[in-house]
């Protein structure tokens, strides 16, 4: 029952997070192109819920917009990544040998390099292209995923069903697909909700850094990187909102993974 209420909870956060990030700029759109220096950096108030910029942009909208562009860079890399992954899992687990060898020596080698540095490195090259942002960030998001789902796998490769599998001649493609993949299933439902939150704070980190989308693109990060010069004016709101705004996503969507992952023999790093 406790476990069923703290999913019930962490579902009802994602989706207001969602609905949020959906609406708000329906309800109150603003051009983010248009500026009116009159009505900037004005505190929270009950014209401006969240205060406004130094452009005098509605930072309740700015702030749903941001989390709306960072939230799909992160869903389509959490999606492309478990797919990969849970592929990559499969093959090296069922296969085994060279296949095993080579996959999961492509996998260390990617974890031994620190992930922002990489990222970095390949966004650095193709500055505010968001095809960039999500490729750097499968790179170093699917390795996980995949040793995972490879455990999974070996722990029933040689189980009797699979061995009466194959003495049925049964093709490994589907062996694969009625035996591993709803093994693997499991794993990756809890790994792609856990990597939307890490990506997250990947792409905000990016943007921050001035490497990832351009300053005039809304996303958390670009947000965060603008607030720098107004806290130091003691404008504290144009830094806590957006702040705010990536640490309710992380949490919702841990505890959403934490609620889906149940009794799962390996934790998702």
Request: aromatic letters at 6%.
């Amino acid at each position: 029952m406790a476990d069923r209420r703290q999913m019930g909870l962490a579902v009802a956060a994602v989706v207001v997070l969602a609905g949020y990030a959906i609406l708000a700029p329906l309800v109150h759109p603003i051009d983010e192109a248009i500026t009116d220096f009159a009505s900037g950096d004005q505190g929270p108030g009950a014209a401006h819920w969240f205060g406004t910029d130094a452009s005098g942009r509605d930072l309740l909208t700015l702030v749903a917009k941001g989390m709306r562009v960072s939230l799909a860079i992160a869903v389509a890399t959490a999606i492309i990544s478990t797919l990969i992954g849970v592929v990559v899992g499969i093959a090296a687990g069922a296969a085994g040998g060279w296949v095993d060898r080579i996959s999961m020596r492509i996998a260390e080698a990617l974890t031994a390099v620190p992930s922002l540095l990489l990222s970095l490195l390949i966004v650095s090259l193709f500055r505010g292209s968001l095809v960039a942002i999500v490729i750097s960030l499968v790179l170093t998001h699917w390795t996980a995923t995949a040793r995972v789902v490879r455990a999974e796998v070996l722990s029933v490769r040689n189980a009797e069903y699979v061995e009466v599998a194959r003495l049925h001649g049964l093709t490994a493609t589907r062996i694969a697909r009625i035996h591993f993949l709803p093994v693997a299933a499991g794993q990756a439902r809890v790994a792609a909700v856990l990597l939307v939150a890490h990506a997250v704070w990947h792409e905000s980190t990016l943007s921050f850094l001035g490497v990832g989308l351009p300053p005039h693109q809304a996303s958390l990060g670009t947000l965060l990187a603008d607030s720098g010069q107004a806290l130091l004016l003691g404008h504290w709101w144009q830094l806590v909102f957006p702040a705010g705004a990536i640490v309710a996503v992380t949490l919702a969507l841990s505890a959403l993974g934490r609620s889906l992952a149940g009794p799962c023999r390996e934790p998702i790093a």
